[in-house]
Nanobody, 123 residues
């Protein structure tokens, strides 16, 4: 239901924007979360945004570098990643679900997931 895109390769300090598209029904009234999974590590929370886009929340290591946004007309959410570091290398997933905001950092609370998009940050 969710289609993620925007991965690739980038040098440290560079920027990238990930996109996540879905049907309007999938996103309506649902918060959206971004998670990532680096090789050999567990999936971890990165960022989340409410349906309206008015509220966002970021994991400490990405605060000030990553930014969520959404275009509800296009049924697409975005994760802008700036000042990238090699440790940001991972597969990034978007996810959505109803009433996730209270547990936005918990992956199991999300009911729909994108397939993941990979990018690598080289030093």
């Amino acid at each position: 239901q969710l289609q993620a895109s925007g991965g690739g390769s980038v040098q440290a300090g560079g920027s990238l924007r990930l996109s996540c598209s879905a049907s309007r029904r999938t996103f309506t009234n649902n918060g959206v979360g971004w998670f990532r999974q680096a090789p050999g590590k567990e999936r971890e929370f990165v960022a989340a945004m409410t349906w309206s886009g008015r509220n966002t929340y970021y994991e400490d290591s990405v605060k000030g570098r990553f930014a969520c946004s959404r275009n509800n007309t296009k049924n697409t959410v975005y994760l802008q990643l700036n000042s990238l570091k090699p440790e940001d290398t991972a597969v990034y997933y978007c996810a959505t679900g109803a009433s996730v905001w209270s547990h936005k950092h918990i992956a199991s609370k999300y009911t729909s997931w994108g397939q993941g998009t990979q990018f690598t940050v080289s030093s």
